[in-house]
């Protein structure tokens, strides 16, 4: 099964989740897709084995073939390319690296060369199994180093993935294919707000998923109303308590400290397992 | 020449806007027959990239110089190989400026004063 941890809202406690879920399973394997700022190892501590690079296919172009069309110009989706005085200009930066550009270039003027734009990182911790994707600073393209990250599930396992904040392309490439989403929310105006964009997309990728509200002791009703309205399951609340913001800013797990989180957990998990089951008999 | 001013509006009357790529308008602005016209800018809710757009089509558009508040680096780069003449820092209505420009008041921008994203409105 693969779970993937979700928000909307960032800051709202996906890592916190995903980290001390898969502290209260076992046959675990973590996966952390928050490419831009991954977090998860910084709890987990895993000795890492393996390390590889991720590159996307980005153009140059052959300046003896071309003649300044501008079709490649025309046909980047992305703004990469801009053609001014019969001079390509390439922004690799903001490229894709969807190969329209030599793809339709009518001189084949256009070579693609590897770009590395991050690396993945394999390596465990006691029985977790740990995956990471790390985006070099400066690069905006986080999904191929994603999907990078995704080719390295292991299904023989229980697959726990922490997803970057957010309901655009980089959470929408973490979380598809996965098995069942957990939106982690706060019950805040910004919370309800996000959460609220993040089930439209869940409900548009057909994933079935359940809400944890963190801090829950603060703020209003509204995520509760939301949630009854929607018939979205509140699968877990997690209270605004000291000293769990102490475990976690010292780069403790809160099942760690407080073993009694640990059952709350592996409650969380038998919850989720009873509505896929449920969904499958249906 | 043609003269490109970012405008929040269709009209002379209208204020420079002071991001060059996410603009809602261009007045294109003629020196030699003194007319003008307003222009959509079609760069204005690209998804990114907008300012290397907003420069391809004013390039396309065979316009000599460009005035604006900001100038982000890729539009910089863009609107300087095609040998357009850059203008920022401007302020006020689109008329003003233009008496401005054509008393030779505005001085060619060397470099871009906004780093990328600064016309999304995001602080950065």
């Known amino acids: ?282 | 020449m043609k003269v490109a001013i970012s405008s929040n509006g269709d009209t002379l009357q209208s204020n420079v806007d002071q991001r060059f790529a996410r603009c809602p308008y261009y007045i294109i602005y003629d020196t030699d027959s003194g007319s003008f016209e307003a222009v959509n800018n079609e760069s204005s809710m690209a998804g990114g990239g907008a300012g290397i757009q907003a420069a391809q089509r004013i390039s396309d558009m065979g316009i000599g110089a460009v005035i604006s508040g900001n100038i982000g680096p890729n539009a910089f780069r863009v609107l300087s190989a095609a040998s357009i003449k850059i203008y920022s820092g401007a302020t006020g209505i689109i008329k003003d400026i233009i008496e401005k420009f054509k008393k030779g008041e505005y001085k060619q921008t060397s470099s871009p004063d906004v780093d990328s994203h600064f016309g999304m409105g995001r602080g950065n």
């Open chain 1, 1 to 282: 099964m693969i779970i993937s941890i979700a928000s909307g809202k960032g800051g709202t406690g996906k890592t916190m989740v995903a980290v001390n879920l898969a502290l209260s399973l076992s046959n675990i394997q973590l996966v952390d897709c928050d490419v831009e700022e991954p977090n998860c190892h910084i709890f987990i501590k895993p000795d890492i084995e393996n390390r590889s690079t991720v590159s996307i296919p980005v153009p140059e172009v052959n300046r003896d073939k071309c003649n300044g069309c501008g079709r490649c110009q025309e046909v980047c989706a992305y703004n990469a390319i801009a053609v001014v005085k019969k001079e390509v200009i390439i922004f690799s930066e903001l490229c894709h690296g969807c190969g329209s550009c030599s793809y339709f270039c009518p001189l084949k003027a256009i070579d693609e060369k590897n770009k590395e734009i991050g690396i993945i990182e394999t390596g465990r911790k006691n029985n977790i199994r740990f995956v990471h994707g790390k985006l070099n600073v400066g690069m905006m393209m986080s999904p191929p180093v994603i999907r990078e990250v995704k080719k390295c599930i292991d299904k023989e396992k229980t697959v726990i993935i922490d997803s970057p904040p957010g309901t655009s392309c980089p959470v929408i490439t973490t979380i598809k294919d996965t098995n069942f989403v957990i939106l982690v929310t706060e019950p805040t105006p910004f919370g309800l707000n996000d959460l609220s964009l993040a089930v439209e997309v869940v409900r548009k990728l057909g994933i079935p998923s359940g809400v944890i509200i963190n801090r829950s002791d603060l703020g209003n009703e509204k995520i509760d109303q939301y949630c009854a309205r929607e018939g979205i399951p509140i699968l877990m609340r997690i209270p605004f308590d000291r000293k769990i913001a102490e475990i976690y800013s010292n780069g403790d797990t809160i099942v760690r400290s407080l073993p009694e989180y640990k059952s709350k957990f592996g409650d969380l998990y038998k919850k989720i397992e009873k509505i896929i089951n449920d969904k499958k008999t249906k």
